[in-house]
């Protein structure tokens, strides 16, 4: 089976016949109030099946999804391995590299309790340097340690743990395993097993969310062609409902989001699917509006109310965001055709 190469004009339009673009800013958007509600009480206060972090869990779970359908289809494309990490590096690294030299070189200055001379002494302690980009607590640095939270950018927990699944669809794809239905099914059967034993461990719960990136390429490989009906969206988002406040919420959301994910994302409607012709700003929502938020809750402390809290993290992120995508991550992308020398694959990997 051919593997040729789409071209750009025609990937441009295929993109635009979905609504993923429209997805992946929602569920951003989700996950900033939800963490708006987490970094105002602090996680020890939370109760144990709190709505918005339900909601917020629901959005990320979307996002694993989004990426789990889309990420095989771009190695199927184009199966060689040194062009699908250079694009998949160009989308992801450019944007986080600058949003982290805004947090160190901006927020840090700003929010520290340290001088000048201890911050930028800490700053370039090697030690410190370790942890960025995907540091969570600031106290080395003097950062938000009086906040109810003392994180400085969890939500950049997800990026390793996303260039992980990068790696094993490229290892399958060169393996010539990836189309074959038994590996996907066996990753995520194996992935469930080790929920209650593996995942029991919080430093290493988050790590379920791989499950949503796994089923996203399943149906994305196998089940192209499925066709997703509003009524059994229905009746999974109920069930969903019902089990919020049990143990069962994780297991039914394994069905329940990317089956509505994925319905809602090929509804054909043409205002939605043209939502991202003027830029994609999740991405960007996404990693700045962490330390955002926390210089806020520094600044003006927990006494706002949810919504204005939540509103004030959209307004003041959004430009930064915007700014990511037109003078960062659209020039960036805009290299992904820089002439690379292919890896040459066997007949058996490129079919």
Same mark, same amino acid.
């Given at each position: 089976?051919?593997?040729?190469?789409?071209?750009?004009?025609?990937?441009?339009?295929?993109?635009?016949?979905?609504?993923?673009?429209?997805?992946?800013?929602?569920?951003?958007?989700?996950?900033?109030?939800?963490?708006?509600?987490?970094?105002?009480?602090?996680?020890?206060?939370?109760?144990?099946?709190?709505?918005?972090?339900?909601?917020?869990?629901?959005?990320?779970?979307?996002?694993?999804?989004?990426?789990?359908?889309?990420?095989?289809?771009?190695?199927?494309?184009?199966?060689?391995?040194?062009?699908?990490?250079?694009?998949?590096?160009?989308?992801?690294?450019?944007?986080?590299?600058?949003?982290?030299?805004?947090?160190? /070189?901006?927020?840090?200055?700003?929010?520290?309790?340290?001088?000048?001379?201890?911050?930028?002494?800490?700053?370039?302690?090697?030690?410190?340097?370790?942890?960025?980009?995907?540091?969570?607590?600031?106290?080395?640095?003097?950062?938000?340690?009086?906040?109810?939270?003392?994180?400085?950018?969890?939500? /950049?927990?997800?990026?390793?743990?996303?260039?992980?699944?990068?790696?094993?669809?490229?290892?399958?794809?060169? &393996?010539? /395993?990836?189309?074959?239905?038994?590996?996907?099914?066996?990753?995520?059967?194996?992935?469930?097993?080790?929920?209650?034993?593996?995942?029991?461990?919080?430093?290493?719960?988050?790590?379920?969310?791989?499950?949503?990136?796994?089923?996203?390429?399943?149906?994305?490989?196998?089940?192209?062609?499925?066709?997703?009906?509003?009524?059994?969206?229905?009746?999974?988002?109920? &069930?969903?409902? &019902?089990?919020?406040?049990?143990?069962?919420?994780?297991?039914?959301?394994?069905?329940?989001?990317?089956?509505?994910?994925?319905?809602? &994302?090929?509804?054909?409607?043409?205002? /939605?699917?043209?939502?991202?012709?003027?830029?994609?700003?999740?991405?960007?929502?996404?990693?700045?509006?962490?330390?955002?938020?926390?210089?806020?809750?520094?600044?003006?402390?927990?006494?706002?109310?949810?919504?204005?809290?939540?509103?004030?993290?959209?307004?003041?992120?959004?430009?930064?965001?915007?700014?990511?995508?037109?003078?960062?991550?659209?020039?960036?992308?805009?290299?992904?055709?820089?002439?690379?020398?292919?890896?040459?694959?066997?007949?058996?990997?490129?079919?």
């Amino acid at each position: 089976m051919s593997h040729t190469p789409i071209p750009d004009e025609m990937r441009t339009a295929i993109r635009h016949e979905n609504n993923f673009d429209l997805l992946r800013l929602v569920a951003a958007l989700i996950i900033i109030v939800s963490h708006a509600y987490a970094l105002q009480v602090g996680y020890l206060a939370m109760p144990a099946f709190c709505p918005l972090v339900l909601v917020g869990y629901a959005a990320l779970a979307a996002l694993f999804t989004v990426s789990g359908y889309l990420i095989p289809q771009s190695w199927c494309a184009q199966p060689d391995p040194v062009r699908f990490f250079w694009k998949r590096s160009l989308r992801v690294f450019p944007g986080l590299i600058a949003a982290v030299l805004f947090t160190l /070189l901006v927020v840090g200055p700003i929010a520290t309790s340290l001088s000048p001379a201890e911050y930028l002494h800490a700053l370039l302690s090697p030690g410190n340097l370790s942890e960025a980009p995907f540091f969570e607590d600031g106290s080395s640095l003097g950062l938000f340690t009086a906040n109810p939270i003392t994180y400085v950018n969890a939500s /950049l927990w997800t990026i390793p743990v996303e260039f992980s699944m990068y790696v094993i669809v490229a290892v399958f794809g060169m &393996a010539g /395993l990836l189309r074959k239905k038994s590996v996907l099914f066996g990753l995520i059967a194996a992935n469930l097993l080790l929920w209650g034993i593996w995942y029991a461990d919080p430093s290493l719960s988050k790590i379920r969310f791989t499950l949503y990136f796994l089923i996203g390429a399943y149906l994305s490989l196998h089940h192209p062609n499925l066709r997703y009906d509003g009524g059994a969206v229905f009746l999974l988002l109920l &069930a969903l409902v &019902a089990s919020a406040a049990t143990p069962l919420f994780s297991f039914v959301a394994l069905i329940a989001v990317p089956y509505a994910v994925l319905w809602f &994302a090929h509804l054909p409607v043409p205002a /939605l699917n043209a939502f991202g012709r003027h830029g994609d700003f999740s991405y960007g929502m996404y990693i700045y509006a962490y330390p955002i938020q926390q210089t806020i809750v520094l600044f003006l402390g927990t006494s706002l109310s949810l919504p204005v809290f939540a509103a004030l993290s959209i307004i003041l992120t959004a430009p930064f965001a915007v700014c990511s995508w037109v003078f960062i991550e659209r020039r960036a992308l805009a290299l992904k055709q820089v002439a690379l020398a292919p890896v040459r694959l066997s007949r058996s990997v490129r079919e």
